[in-house]
Antibody, heavy 119, light 108 residues
Framework: QVQLQESGPGLMKPSETLSLTCTVS????????WSWIRQPPGKGLEWIGY???????KSSPSLKSRVTISVDTSKNEFSLKLTSVTAADAALYYC?????????????WGQGTMVSVSS | SYVLTQPPSVSVAPGESASITCGGD??????VHWYQQRPGQAPVVVVY???DRPSGIPERFSGSNSGNTATLIISRVEAGDEADYYC???????????FGAGTKVTVL
């Protein structure tokens, strides 16, 4: 049974860099595309970006300048860094598994980790 | 950038069918995926690649996609189907995933 678990700080200060990790269990990270998605309280889903196990990445145009996504195959995990956070970055952050050779649906999601931003 | 348009809400009586649309330019040429998100839970894919269902998803959930509109139909709606539903595509012209704003399905 494949499981994804997000981890990271729950509270950030404005201008800090957010770092989140998604640990994959029950499957090798060395296949599939792995994405980050966020959801502000009471709002819809926003795709942040993905990585493959080779480290190939793509990010949302609106966040691209602040986002770094990386993968660590030895730990079976991938990570998100978001620089210069503001209140607009407060959200529930999900990691999700996509498909192998194509950019299809997200079939497996983590439970999400809540990030708040406050001075 | 590519925009997906969903109705904010749909209301349906138990046992009836709910139809949720997702509009986008030439969306019929893209693969559309649909997610159900119950309150306090992570999204779950209920239809992928326009009309395929993952194992464990009831046959009551079906999808279609043509022209500028994709549609998710929930037949014989149950109270447990009350949730937010999101459509999603990969926009190859801009190299990113796009989600619709979501549709809240209320079971009367």
């Amino acid at each position: 049974q494949v499981q994804l678990q997000e981890s990271g700080p729950g509270l950030m200060k404005p201008s800090e860099t957010l770092s989140l990790t998604c640990t994959v269990s029950g499957d090798s990270i060395s296949t599939y595309h792995w994405s980050w998605i966020r959801q502000p309280p009471g709002k819809g889903l926003e795709w942040i970006g993905y990585t493959t196990y080779t480290g190939s990445t793509k990010s949302s145009p609106s966040l691209k300048s602040r986002v770094t996504i990386s993968v660590d195959t030895s730990k079976n995990e991938f990570s998100l860094k978001l620089t210069s956070v503001t209140a607009a970055d407060a959200a529930l952050y999900y990691c999700a598994r996509g498909e192998t050779a194509r950019l299809g649906a997200f079939h497996i999601w983590g439970q999400g980790t809540m990030v708040s931003v406050s001075s | 950038s590519y925009v997906l348009t969903q109705p904010p809400s749909v209301s349906v009586a138990p046992g009836e069918s709910a139809s949720i649309t997702c509009g986008g330019d030439y969306i019929g040429s893209k693969s559309v995926h649909w997610y159900q998100q119950r309150p306090g839970q992570a999204p779950v894919v209920v239809v992928y690649d326009d009309s395929d269902r993952p194992s464990g998803i009831p046959e009551r959930f079906s999808g279609s996609n043509s022209g500028n509109t994709a549609t998710l139909i929930i037949s014989r709606v149950e109270a447990g189907d009350e949730a937010d539903y999101y459509c999603q595509v990969w926009d190859s012209s801009s190299d990113h995933y796009v989600f619709g704003a979501g549709t809240k399905v209320t079971v009367l």
